[in-house]
Every structure is written in C-alpha cells, then in structure tokens.
C-alpha cells in the first residue's frame, strides 16, 4: 500500500478546511433575542436586537447600541418550535463578543441550553377535559 492516496487525501482536507474556515454551519435565522452584558459576573447592561444568523458555535446580532468586543454575554432567543408542540422553548447562549462591527456583533458560544418556557394550553383542552371526565 503506497502512502501517497493518504497523502492526497489529506491535502483535499487541508484545501478544504482554507477555503472555509467555518467550524460550524451558519442558518439565516431572524429570531427576537434579550441579552445581558456582563462584568466580573455582574449585569453591566441589558438590551435587545434581533438575530441575523445563528450556528451551534455561535449567533451574529443586530443591536441597537454598539458594544465593545471581547466581553461575556448572554442571550436568550425565544425559539419558534414548540416542544412536543405544545410547550414554548428558549434557547440560552452563554459566550463571548468576538466582533462588534457598528450595530452587529458576533458571539463565540461557550455553552447553549433549551429552556421550556412555560405551558401552553393545547388546542382542543375543552375535549380533553370530557374525554378524562369520562374515565372517572
């Protein structure tokens, strides 16, 4: 077996990996977003804006105000899914501006989670509620 198909392989991977960079696959999504600035663990500023897109490894954002690079944020995004199509979910990302370009500003997440967001009351509750009624 000659190395030379391993080596071909692996300048296909590294041209691959120079055209682009991106780790992480970035979905257009506009998503109403709240964050908070922190500082030494603390709220410096709250503020809202709106997602322009969004990937497992981070969010771009329009702010209102501009904002410095290089300090930790949290944003919480109200998701447009239901879970199990009946509860409201939030997705919470934890990290930090990596670039504030004006009223834009890139995120590098450190962590995300979904949150419920509270219990909606499914369609058709006035026929469940007969159906339980009926099995007492």
């Given at each position: 077996?000659?190395?030379?198909?391993?080596?071909?392989?692996?300048?296909?991977?590294?041209?691959?990996?120079?055209?682009?960079?991106?780790?992480?696959?970035?979905?257009?999504?506009?998503?109403?977003?709240?964050?908070?600035?922190?500082?030494?663990?603390?709220?410096?500023?709250?503020?809202?804006?709106?997602?322009?897109?969004?990937?497992?490894?981070?969010v771009l954002?329009?702010?209102?105000?501009?904002?410095?690079?290089?300090?930790?944020?949290?944003l919480v995004?109200?998701?447009?899914?239901?879970?199990?199509?009946?509860?409201?979910?939030?997705?919470?990302?934890?990290?930090?501006?990596?670039?504030?370009?004006?009223?834009?500003?890139?995120?590098?997440?450190?962590?995300?989670?979904?949150?419920?967001?509270?219990?909606?009351?499914?369609?058709?509750?006035?026929?469940?509620?007969?159906?339980?009624?009926?099995?007492?």
């Amino acid at each position: 077996m000659s190395p030379a198909p391993a080596s071909a392989g692996q300048a296909d991977l590294a041209e691959t990996y120079q055209s682009d960079q991106r780790l992480h696959q970035r979905y257009p999504i506009a998503l109403d977003v709240e964050y908070r600035l922190l500082s030494r663990g603390r709220v410096e500023r709250l503020g809202s804006g709106r997602t322009l897109n969004i990937s497992s490894g981070g969010v771009l954002i329009e702010v209102h105000d501009p904002m410095p690079s290089g300090g930790p944020i949290e944003l919480v995004m109200h998701w447009p899914f239901l879970l199990e199509g009946v509860c409201p979910l939030k997705l919470v990302m934890r990290g930090r501006i990596v670039r504030s370009d004006g009223r834009a500003i890139a995120i590098k997440a450190k962590h995300h989670e979904f949150r419920t967001a509270g219990a909606r009351v499914p369609k058709g509750r006035a026929s469940y509620e007969r159906v339980r009624s009926l099995g007492r």
